[in-house]
């Protein structure tokens, strides 16, 4: 079954696949886009999702699915096991930043003001009706400015360590990536990176950064990477079983 979403001048499209991997049956939806490069494996409530380049051969795909196979069945069998829970938006609940949680203290406003963290409690603050979708709205807003004031800070502090120059750094709330960086020179983070360890983080910076001297994944990327972040593999693997989900 096909479905076909319509972006710029070549359609993508989804399609329902299966494949042997480690002698387990398994079940994914396969993305095509014309704005991919590389391919890319998600997991999540609703399964193994593989996106790849419009024109991306099969050989490719399976060379990829076998490669990644045992992290395929164990993250599908962890999700079987202990599903993601998704957050609530109310007074007492907890919410993620930076790999610790807060305890989410809602207080009744005159007026919507931004949230303010102290000993490990977010105190939001909002005017009229006390709902979830007013509280999300309020944690969403710290979150995106929080995110902002650290995200400059750490590219500050590693684009000298790279030898690069970003000519801007931006929020990003994309579904599917942490980050990324144009040819232009602006880096991409996505604010969500904010609920993670700053270790995590600081990754993704350096990864995004390193972008500016090689534009690729190659060998020589990865040793750029490396000059700064010499434990990327194993942060790498760390944010690969990390679920990016929305807020």
């Not at 164990?74 to 202990?82: F, T, V």
């Not at 931006?170 to 144009?182: D, E, H």
């Not at 020179?185 to 500016?212: C, S």
Request: proline share 3%.
């Amino acid at each position: 079954m096909f479905k076909h979403l319509r972006n710029t001048a070549i359609a993508s499209n989804i399609e329902q696949r299966a494949i042997q991997l480690h002698g387990k049956h398994i079940v994914y939806k396969l993305k095509r886009s014309n704005k991919r490069r590389s391919i890319g494996l998600r997991i999540d409530d609703g399964g193994l999702t593989v996106s790849v380049p419009l024109r991306a051969s099969e050989k490719w795909l399976r060379s990829v699915l076998e490669d990644k196979a045992r992290w395929v069945i164990e993250k599908l069998d962890g999700w079987q096991i202990s599903p993601q829970i998704e957050s609530r938006w109310a007074d007492g609940e907890t919410i993620p930043y930076l790999g610790e949680m807060l305890n989410l203290q809602v207080e009744r406003s005159l007026f919507s003001t931004v949230a303010v963290c102290h000993d490990k409690k977010l105190y939001v603050f909002v005017d009229n009706c006390i709902e979830e979708t007013n509280i999300k709205q309020e944690v969403v807003r710290w979150y995106q400015q929080e995110a902002n004031k650290l995200f400059v800070a750490r590219v500050a502090h590693y684009a000298p360590l790279l030898n690069v120059l970003p000519r801007a750094v931006r929020l990003s709330s994309a579904k599917t990536q942490w980050g990324c960086c144009t040819i232009h020179g602006v880096v991409r983070l996505n604010f969500q990176l904010i609920k993670l360890p700053l270790r995590l983080i600081d990754y993704v910076v350096v990864h995004e950064l390193a972008h500016l001297r090689e534009m690729n994944h190659s060998a020589k990327f990865w040793k750029v990477v490396e000059t700064v972040c010499p434990d990327y593999i194993s942060l790498r693997n760390d944010l690969k079983a990390i679920y990016l989900g929305s807020a």
